[in-house]
């Protein structure tokens, strides 16, 4: 089943549920998954009777006899990691298993960017860094790049060395969010942070902002700075993929979005492309390229930073590897 079915699926569940017991579900649901749920809600048409029943007894057949909740907590870690992976898996574990912990940490999660910004950017660069590892690595590169250059690089430098995060901290952090949110309880040492955290969020900024961060790390420490540069996949970096890889990617890009995003690609980037369509794809991109007149650096950093999203989605979803490393103003023929 894909994950499109899935979604629908879990849609016309909770539209069957009443709203009292869909709410309660949506609790334990993050923002995105409540966002992308809520969509797939609002865009279920008329459904059958024998629809709703065949979703019911798919429900019913995947959940009969899961009734020995003795060691709740070993399940959840298994069904993490086999789901995701044994690295991904552990941050998510911490979380979950921390329960409302961080509670003042994953309220942030719900708020805009520009609202989130306003909040912090008066805080220790060290309490920033702390609430940003917490966040997704979007949501904590829009906050960053909302910030002031010196607080936003002194940020990205407390990311990249912090290694752990003590109760004491987190205590702290969350005396900070209480004041700020007027709630927040104490949370446990997680281990988030570091030089692929780093990575993760510059992926997101592109452009002189990335330029402007590493630049700034490099002068604190080199070796850092190049450490957390390998650790980055930009747009370049498609070379390194796999032929199957490119097609699983370019599957999900709209054919505007790639036009503007090869412009001023080098060549051998351009032959990667069109060798992983159909010959008359090819051709019709080839011809697309070459009537698109000059486009800003700005519009094809930004079309890059979106086909960088779903390389990302790929890659968490597993579908795809990475290898990877680590812009101005103007036109771009």
């Given at each position: 089943?894909?994950?499109?079915?899935?979604?629908?699926?879990?849609?016309?569940?909770?539209?069957?549920?009443?709203?009292?017991?869909?709410?309660?579900?949506?609790?334990?649901?993050?923002?995105k998954d409540v966002?992308?749920?809520?969509?797939?809600?609002?865009?279920?048409?008329?459904?059958?009777?024998?629809?709703?029943?065949?979703?019911?007894?798919?429900?019913?057949?995947?959940?009969?006899?899961?009734?020995?909740?003795?060691?709740?907590?070993?399940?959840?870690?298994?069904?993490?990691?086999?789901?995701?992976?044994?690295?991904?898996?552990?941050?998510?574990?911490?979380?979950?298993?921390?329960?409302?912990?961080?509670?003042?940490?994953?309220?942030?999660?719900?708020?805009?960017?520009?609202?989130?910004?306003?909040?912090?950017?008066?805080?220790?660069?060290?309490?920033?860094?702390?609430?940003?590892?917490?966040?997704?690595?979007?949501?904590?590169?829009?906050?960053?790049?909302?910030?002031?250059?010196?607080?936003?690089?002194?940020?990205?430098?407390?990311?990249?060395?912090?290694?752990?995060?003590?109760?004491?901290?987190?205590?702290?952090?969350?005396?900070?969010?209480?004041?700020?949110?007027?709630?927040?309880?104490?949370?446990?040492?997680?281990?988030?942070?570091?030089?692929?955290?780093?990575?993760?969020?510059?992926?997101?900024?592109?452009?002189?902002?990335?330029?402007?961060?590493?630049?700034?790390?490099?002068?604190?420490?080199?070796?850092?700075?190049?450490?957390?540069?390998?650790?980055?996949?930009?747009?370049?970096?498609?070379?390194?993929l796999d032929d199957?890889?490119?097609?699983?990617?370019?599957?999900?890009?709209?054919?505007?979005?790639?036009?503007?995003?090869l412009k001023g690609?080098?060549?051998?980037?351009?032959?990667?492309?069109?060798?992983?369509?159909?010959?008359?794809?090819?051709?019709?991109?080839?011809?697309?390229?070459?009537?698109?007149?000059?486009?800003?650096?700005?519009?094809?950093?930004?079309?890059?930073?979106?086909?960088?999203?779903?390389?990302?989605?790929?890659?968490?979803?597993?579908?795809?590897?990475?290898?990877?490393?680590?812009?101005?103003?103007?036109?771009?023929?």
């Open positions: 089943m894909t994950e499109e079915e899935g979604l629908n699926k879990t849609a016309i569940l909770m539209l069957s549920l009443g709203h009292e017991e869909a709410a309660e579900v949506f609790k334990y649901l993050g923002p966002q992308k749920l809520g969509t797939a809600m609002a865009s279920v048409g008329k459904i059958s009777r024998e629809q709703i029943e065949a979703v019911l007894r798919d429900f019913h057949d995947q959940t009969e006899g899961r009734i020995d909740l003795a060691d709740s907590d070993e399940y959840i870690r298994s069904v993490l990691k086999k789901a995701l992976g044994d690295d991904k898996a552990a941050h998510l574990i911490d979380r979950i298993l921390q329960g409302n912990e961080s509670a003042g940490i994953e309220s942030l999660k719900w708020m805009d960017a520009a609202t989130v910004s306003e909040m912090i950017r008066n805080e220790h660069p060290q309490i920033v860094a702390t609430i940003m590892v917490h966040l997704d690595r979007d949501h904590a590169s829009e906050i960053l790049n909302l910030l002031p250059e010196r607080l936003r690089n002194d940020v990205m430098v407390r990311i990249a060395t912090l290694e752990g995060i003590q109760p004491m901290a987190m205590r702290e952090l969350n005396e900070v969010l209480t004041q700020l949110l007027s709630g927040g309880d104490v949370g446990k040492k997680s281990s988030l942070g570091g030089i692929k955290t780093t990575a993760d969020i510059l992926n997101y900024m592109g452009g002189a902002i990335e330029a402007s961060v590493l630049a700034n790390i490099r002068e604190h420490d080199a070796d850092l700075a190049q450490k957390i540069q390998d650790q980055m996949f930009t747009f370049d970096n498609v070379l390194e199957r890889s490119v097609q699983m990617l370019l599957r999900e890009v709209q054919s505007e979005t790639l036009i503007i995003a690609t080098s060549e051998e980037l351009k032959a990667k492309i069109f060798k992983n369509m159909s010959s008359r794809a090819a051709e019709a991109l080839k011809e697309d390229l070459d009537s698109k007149g000059p486009v800003r650096l700005s519009e094809v950093e930004a079309e890059q930073k979106e086909i960088l999203k779903i390389v990302r989605k790929l890659v968490d979803e597993g579908q795809i590897i990475l290898g990877g490393k680590g812009g101005d103003e103007g036109l771009v023929e």
